[in-house]
């Protein structure tokens, strides 16, 4: 199964069991989320792009891109401002050639990982995979900090309100203590 086109909505709080069904995955694929972000090299074109990115990844279907967000960074001051987004796809992957193949797409935007939090190009991060918990070497699942990020929890509530984080709770919940990180929805 080949990418398609993501349903680019902004859902209500009380969305339709319509929309939130889109996200069940058919029985042989898996549900999972994907952060976005980039701070070089005009990050709004970089985001847009990783977007149509993730919509072409083999064996894979883009569902849901958030809306753009301009956050600060955290880590390092003095570097330009990140935009951010995530997205929503059903995937026939196992995790690890997710996380693979995410990286190959960070490779064709020029990603380099000098150092951490250091500025770059892009960045995708595997939040979620189905409602599994992954602790290995190389990937952690549900990404570690995700329900300490702003810039991860608003746009991943954007497209799925009723979302859970294995081994915490819903997601929503997680939204008081991050509520002074400064985040900015772009009118595009």
Do not use: K
Not at 48 to 69: E, I, N, P, Q
Not at 130 to 144: E, G, K, N, W
């Amino acid at each position: 199964m080949s990418g398609r086109s993501a349903d680019r909505h902004q859902p209500a709080s009380g969305e339709t069991a319509a929309a939130i069904d889109l996200l069940t995955p058919p029985p042989d694929r898996h549900l999972a989320f994907v952060a976005l972000g980039a701070n070089l090299d005009d990050p709004l074109h970089q985001v847009r792009a990783a977007g149509d990115a993730l919509a072409t990844l083999a064996d894979s279907r883009l569902l849901r891109l958030s809306s753009l967000y301009r956050t600060a960074p955290v880590g390092i001051r003095g570097q330009p401002d990140f935009i951010n987004a995530v997205a929503a796809l059903h995937t026939g992957l196992p995790p690890l050639s997710l996380l693979e193949t995410l990286f190959a797409v960070e490779r064709r935007f020029g990603r380099r990982r000098e150092f951490h939090h250091s500025p770059r190009t892009l960045d995708l991060d595997l939040l979620l995979y189905d409602q599994q918990i992954i602790d290995s070497p190389r990937l952690r699942v549900p990404h570690p900090r995700m329900h300490l990020r702003a810039f991860v929890l608003v746009p991943l509530l954007e497209i799925a309100p009723g979302c859970l984080i294995p081994g915490r709770g819903s997601a929503a919940a997680w939204l008081p203590a991050v509520g002074r990180q400064h985040i900015q929805r772009l009118t595009l």
